[in-house]
């Protein structure tokens, strides 16, 4: 069992940043695959970025070269730093944790809300 509990959402201008924060408590932490959603009101939850427990990370092209995504196993945190924000950026961003063998684990947080607006 994950609990995942974000936060570090708020308002933004346009242009600015804002880090996001997971933080994770339970077992086998440094065993699964992190990953940032975001989710508009009405739509689909999409993914953002991710990263794997070997450290290697995936981004959607619309972040790339804007966000950075990375784990502190030790801690048990996972951090979305988002740089030249869009007003697009704005969403409820969620923070997910999943392991995958002979039974899927997937677990999400509660949310938080990133605004970017002037």
């Known amino acids: 069992q994950v609990q995942l509990v974000e936060s570090g959402g708020g308002l933004v201008q346009p242009g600015g940043s804002l880090r996001l924060s997971c933080a994770a408590s339970?077992?086998?932490?440094?065993?699964?695959?992190m990953a940032w959603y975001r989710q508009v009101p009405g739509k689909q939850r999409d993914l953002v970025a991710v990263i794997r427990n070997s450290g290697s990370t995936y981004y959607v092209n619309s972040v790339k070269g804007r966000f950075t995504i990375s784990r502190d196993n030790a801690k048990k945190t996972v951090l979305l730093q988002m740089n030249s924000l869009k007003p697009e950026d704005t969403a409820v961003y969620y923070c997910?944790?999943?392991?995958?063998?002979?039974?899927?684990?997937?677990?999400w947080g509660q949310g938080t809300q990133v605004t970017v607006s002037p």
């Open positions: 997910n944790a999943e392991r995958v063998g002979a039974v899927r684990y997937n677990y």
């Open positions: 339970g077992s086998l932490y440094s065993t699964y695959t």
